[in-house]
Antibody, heavy 118, light 109 residues
Framework: LQLQESGPGLVKPSETLPLTCTVS??????????WAWIRQPPGKGLEWIGN???????SYSASLTGRVAIFVDTSKNQFSLMLSSVTAADTATYFC???????????WGQGTVVTVSS | QSVLTQPPSASGTPGQRVTISCSGS????????AYWYQQLPGTAPKLLIY???RRPSGVSDRFSGSKSGTSASLAISGLRSEDEADYYC??????????FGGGTKLTVL
């Protein structure tokens, strides 16, 4: 199984950050697995953003609720992140990952660096 | 400020045994499994321990995990230079979220 993030490396403040994770080597519609976004600001720790089940059921971090949305496109075997009203604090490496249960993330993408700057 | 508390740094010499602690609360580690991740510089985190003390296939048995109450620990025995990395603990929280520790930077002296 492989996951690959894609999206703009640079986003302006107040705009919306769109990222996509393409899953290959396996189906995104597999039962009992969630698909997650996690980010890591430069030099800092990991932060869970949220996740989605292939049926469209989502869960989000309370600290980002209202600005974040995750979507799934089963026909393309992809899931996407939209983070609105971004600020410099959203500058980070964004990872997509598969979550079987709890806080277990067993497959990760390589990560994509996003900088918020005018 | 991370929900789970880890020491920012740890160190040891080759061959030594090192432990890294992770302190949580009743809403996360106290009632749910603990997980550990290893992150080498410039790479994505790698699952090291799941369900408190289980190792994924391919992870060396030099790595072991344990949990007691609201705390978890990662032990690394026979320390090697390639173990130098950042280590993160994680858990499911009853607030319906995943929480991480702030990370521990392990230095092999």
């Amino acid at each position: 199984l492989q996951l690959q993030e894609s999206g703009p490396g640079l986003v302006k403040p107040s705009e919306t950050l769109p990222l996509t994770c393409t899953v290959s080597g396996g189906s995104i519609t597999i039962d009992n697995y969630y698909w997650a976004w996690i980010r890591q600001p430069p030099g800092k720790g990991l932060e869970w953003i949220g996740n989605i089940y292939y049926t469209g059921t989502t869960s989000y971090s309370a600290s980002l609720t209202g600005r974040v949305a995750i979507f799934v496109d089963t026909s393309k075997n992809q899931f996407s992140l939209m983070l609105s009203s971004v600020t410099a604090a959203d500058t980070a490496t964004y990872f997509c990952a598969r979550r079987p249960y709890g806080a277990e993330f067993d497959f990760w993408g390589q990560g994509t660096v996003v900088t918020v700057s005018s | 400020q991370s929900v789970l508390t880890q020491p920012p740094s740890a160190s040891g010499t080759p061959g030594q045994r090192v432990t890294i602690s992770c302190s949580g609360s009743s809403s996360n580690i106290g009632r749910n499994y603990a997980y550990w991740y290893q992150q080498l510089p410039g790479t994505a985190p790698k699952l090291l321990i799941y369900s408190n003390n289980r190792r994924p296939s391919g992870v060396s048995d030099r790595f072991s995990g344990s949990k007691s109450g609201t705390s978890a620990s990662l032990a690394i025995s026979g320390l090697r230079s390639e173990d130098e990395a950042d280590y993160y603990c994680a858990a499911w929280d009853d607030t319906l979220s995943v929480v991480f520790g702030g990370g521990t930077k392990l230095t092999v002296l």
